[in-house]
């Protein structure tokens, strides 16, 4: 492992990863075991390139977010791009506020201009829907967003979308799918040592903010009417980018009774004031939530730190309720189904959202679409209206951005609090009217963390080799196996469970964090328009334990 190291340091071209890395090599050769430990995590093999690009980690090795990855995966794309596009392929590069983002955006620029490709450069620290936007917009044939999401601080990332001839119509501005991150992997293989990767920093383009402009002018046209808003917003963006983007929006709009959380608002790649960078971990709005209340705000609006994702919560007659990113889909979802003045009949979100989504599609008359999870797969769904998954993303105008997009599902939702209001009504009681038509659908997330991966192998193994013969006390009817894939998806890593009472639950490793995730959702009927959400929250507390009794966790 020491030569492995050895022989990677020799040819990193950065100066600070270097020099860690040689730290690391003398303490191991000198017996120190956690350094050589250390040493070994970094160098367990290369940091996959998949659908989702590279998230990891930021420091030295391998199996690292550093520059020498990053040089060696923009080869890669690069190459390709080359392969099946030609020499005079467009990418766009846009990054977040976190460490490491723009040592690695300048890497990405230069080692692609240097294979004589066209490279535009968005301003620094922007959200993530500026650059799936752009890719669309600027007809580029692949973008690259240097993010880490919501990952924890210590990580960054390398997402990429396809785009003009890159890829066909229906997945342009859309983030990669196979068979692009085999064949991109496939160069990055055969990639020489970062070291010796041309770059060309003068033939970048550094774009101004007139694509960010144009963005923002979007964004904020999808509020109806152009009066004044009443609707006062309380906004947090987690010490992430999208919160100069979002105030533009917002104003743009004619919403312009917003306060900020000011201690979360300017970016902070350390995110001081949450334990975890996600609206959706218990704790993250609490600052939020205690300035709606000092403000009697109408609706608190939570951007994720690169603002693709969109977190809701709203005053009810017993307080303050975040919604669930299932029920912020159904509001929206109800939003795009009433507007005939939307492009696109299809309502589509991922297996794991809720089922609700394909009730209200068709008493609007709509089609409906169940995809693998991730935008990948919503985002290609034709005819796409509106899109979404129950980790609090939202595709609200695919014709702009074929992506989550935090910052337009703010609109939306303010849009729908602003016409709600004028009939004395709230978020709260559009979700009861859903119930009422459709069944109360309740949905509860099952995380399992894991400090070694193999964990989660076992636990599918188990749950694959054990047979369940009930859930909260009502038969287990259908167990459906989605290592094989179906008629309508391709193969994934995934077990679904439902019993006589249409309770459904979802078991599935996570994509990007070290997790078992199971998605939990019970349909219980609301007799005499009464509303059981007492009996659900009951019902979903007693099927998460007899999961985690499965699971054996």
């Known amino acids: 492992m020491i030569e492995t190291a050895r022989t990677w340091r020799d040819h990193d071209p950065d100066p600070a990863t270097r020099a860690e890395l040689t730290r690391l090599i003398e303490a191991a050769e000198a017996g120190d075991a956690a350094a050589a430990a250390d040493l070994d ?26 520059v020498a990855v990053v040089a060696r995966a923009t080869y890669g794309l690069g190459r390709r791009l080359v392969d099946t596009v030609g020499p005079d392929a467009r990418v766009v590069v846009g990054c977040d506020a976190r460490y490491g983002s723009d040592a690695f955006l300048d890497a990405t620029a230069e080692v692609l201009a240097a294979q004589g490709l066209t490279v535009l450069t968005l301003p620094r620290q922007l959200p993530t829907p500026v650059t799936a936007y752009a890719t669309r917009a600027l007809d580029c044939d692949a973008g690259v967003m240097i993010t880490a999401s919501h990952n924890p601080p210590a990580d960054n990332g390398y997402k990429v979308y396809l785009g003009g001839r890159a890829t066909d119509a229906a997945g342009r501005g859309v983030q990669i799918v196979p068979p692009a991150d085999e064949q991109i992997a496939a160069f990055i293989d055969a990639a020489p040592p970062a070291d010796e990767i041309d770059r060309d920093a003068t033939s970048v383009m550094a774009l101004n903010g007139a694509t960010v402009d144009a963005y923002i002018a979007r964004a904020a046209g999808l509020r109806p009417g152009t009066d004044p808003s009443p609707v006062r917003v309380v906004l947090t963006p987690m010490h992430g980018v999208g919160g100069a983007t979002a105030l533009s929006v917002l104003n743009a709009a004619g919403v312009t009774d917003v306060h900020v959380v000011d201690e979360q608002f300017s970016p902070d790649p350390d995110f001081p004031t949450v334990a975890f960078p996600n609206p959706e971990e218990p704790g993250a709005l609490d600052r939020a939530l205690d300035l709606a209340r000092d403000v009697d705000a109408h609706v608190v609006i939570a951007l994720d730190p690169d603002a693709d994702r969109c977190s809701v919560a709203t005053p009810t007659r017993d307080g303050w309720r975040q919604l669930t990113g299932d029920e912020i889909g159904w509001l929206l979802g109800e939003q795009a189904a009433r507007d005939n003045d939307r492009s696109g009949d299809t309502l589509a979100c991922s297996i794991v959202s809720s089922r609700m989504l394909g009730k209200i599609a068709a008493h609007h008359g709509l089609r409906f679409a169940a995809t693998l999870t991730g935008f990948k797969w919503i985002a290609r769904t034709p005819d796409l209206r509106f899109g979404y998954e129950e980790a609090i993303g939202y595709c609200t105008d695919p014709e702009a951005v074929r992506d989550k997009d935090g910052i337009s599902a703010m609109v939306r939702v303010i849009s729908l609090v602003e016409e709600l209001a004028t009939d004395g009504r709230t978020l709260a009681d559009l979700l009861d009217d859903l119930a009422r038509r459709h069944g109360l659908h309740a949905t509860a997330p099952l995380t399992i963390r894991v400090d070694d991966l193999a964990e989660i192998g076992q636990m599918m193994s188990r749950l694959r080799t054990t047979e369940v013969d009930a859930l909260a006390g009502s038969e287990v009817v259908e167990v459906l196996d989605l290592a094989a894939g179906s008629a309508d998806l391709p193969p994934t890593d995934a077990l679904v469970l439902r019993t006589a009472a249409d309770d ?19 349909v219980l009927d609301c007799a005499d328009g009464e509303v059981p959400h007492d009996s659900a929250a009951e019902r979903l507390e007693a099927i998460s334990a007899d999961v985690e009794t499965l699971l054996g966790s």
């Open 41 to 66: 995590s970094r160098f367990h093999g290369p940091l996959t390139f998949g659908t989702a690009g590279l998230r990891g980690e930021v420091g030295a090795g391998e199996t690292r977010m550093n």
């Open 504 to 522: 459904r639950v979802i078991v599935r490793p996570s994509g990007t964090e070290p997790k078992l995730k199971c998605y939990l959702e019970v």
